[in-house]
């Protein structure tokens, strides 16, 4: 049996919620209509009004539904250091974890030629310009240790020596709290060749 | 670092999915906004859509749009024979699955007294006006093998024995491909309880 239209419809837009398949999605959908319509009605609310109003922040990039974001118009940070990401995401998580007070720029992702990202649809040509007003004294690569993150970071901070400007990176190793005989092998032989004098 | 009030908002409406925690939360309203903004304004109105249209059958009720739902209004089902289950998704999954032709009756969920689910709560005052009409022959209880939908059963069949209406309960045992090593204990004693010549 096939659910009535508006059900299979409500089931469909659901899986657009990432890791959200056939079966959570109809689990949702009975779970909304049946016990939380209040719930499904703020929901439908806070979507439409998010979509409509939440934009990529004019310097940065990040979202924002002010234009400029909180960050790139708090003047108390400090203005020559810049933390460059690949995700929304990552400025929460560094703005929770760390202390560090500097400005972030907010790639829309990483380099990943085979899927069409070059430099420009991440937003490196902002970046440029970014560096050349010559504000920027750091650059912190803060993007994901992984192949396209490696590689991301690469092309920025060949970007920075172009322009004088310091580029660093962030530790990679083994995590705080990990034990060394579950670390996977690229983890551990990062953190060997990256060993640092006590 | 707070995201922004609408992100919040956002955030903080999507955890009325089930199963949706603060993490996923935050993974789902980024990706939205980041990567599927289509996405995220068709759910927003597949949600008001459906919250305004979607209501209860009011003879068996299930959920439907029309009023009458499409099973109830179809003359071609067998009119003496009534399926009751715990929830719509259970109508869908027998309808998917079996070769059951005949009407059903969705209850509101299962006699739980210390919720606070009565009787009444879960429409088995509906169910006994409906038997008293006197063309039902057959009740099949097919609540959830469960204390509470165990409870349920029992409940309508000694509504349906009051009115000389046959009460049948669907077969519960070791599950077809199962294997009895694995299979836990209460099941197996059932289906020693349960077994049947052959």
Same mark, same amino acid.
């Given at each position: 049996?096939?659910?009535?239209?508006?059900?299979?419809?409500?089931?469909?837009?659901?899986?657009?919620?990432?890791?959200?398949?056939?079966?959570?999605?109809?689990?949702?959908?009975?779970?909304?209509?049946?016990?939380?319509?209040?719930?499904?009605?703020?929901?439908?609310?806070?979507?439409?009004?998010?979509?409509?109003?939440?934009?990529?922040?004019?310097?940065?990039?990040?979202?924002?539904?002010?234009?400029?974001?909180?960050?790139?118009?708090?003047?108390?940070?400090?203005?020559?250091?810049?933390?460059?990401?690949?995700?929304?995401?990552?400025?929460?998580?560094?703005?929770?974890?760390?202390?560090?007070?500097?400005?972030?720029?907010?790639?829309?992702?990483?380099?990943?030629?085979?899927?069409?990202?070059?430099?420009?649809? #991440?937003?490196?040509?902002?970046? !440029?310009?970014? +560096?050349?007003?010559?504000?920027? =004294?750091?650059? @912190?690569? $803060? *993007?994901?240790?992984? #192949?396209?993150?490696?590689?991301? !970071?690469?092309? +920025?901070?060949?970007?920075?020596? =172009?322009?004088? @400007?310091? $580029? *660093?990176?962030?530790?990679?190793?083994?995590?705080?709290?990990?034990?060394?005989?579950?670390?996977?092998?690229?983890?551990?032989?990062?953190?060997?060749?990256?060993?640092?004098?006590?």
């Amino acid at each position: 049996m096939q659910a009535e239209p508006i059900l299979q419809q409500l089931m469909q837009a659901l899986r657009c919620l990432p890791g959200v398949g056939k079966k959570s999605a109809q689990r949702m959908a009975f779970h909304l209509l049946e016990r939380d319509r209040q719930g499904a009605f703020q929901l439908a609310q806070s979507l439409a009004e998010a979509v409509d109003k939440v934009g990529n922040c004019t310097i940065c990039q990040t979202l924002t539904s002010t234009g400029i974001c909180s960050l790139c118009s708090d003047e108390r940070r400090e203005q020559q250091i810049l933390c460059v990401v690949e995700t929304p995401v990552d400025v929460m998580a560094i703005e929770g974890a760390t202390s560090y007070k500097g400005l972030y720029f907010v790639l829309n992702g990483r380099l990943s030629p085979l899927d069409g990202l070059g430099p420009a649809e #991440i937003g490196l040509d902002k970046l !440029a310009e970014r +560096i050349k007003l010559g504000e920027i =004294k750091e650059i @912190v690569l $803060a *993007t994901n240790p992984t #192949i396209e993150g490696e590689a991301t !970071a690469h092309y +920025i901070s060949e970007m920075a020596k =172009k322009h004088h @400007v310091k $580029a *660093t990176r962030i530790a990679h190793g083994v995590p705080f709290g990990g034990e060394l005989e579950y670390i996977d092998s690229g983890t551990l032989s990062h953190a060997f060749s990256g060993r640092s004098e006590v």
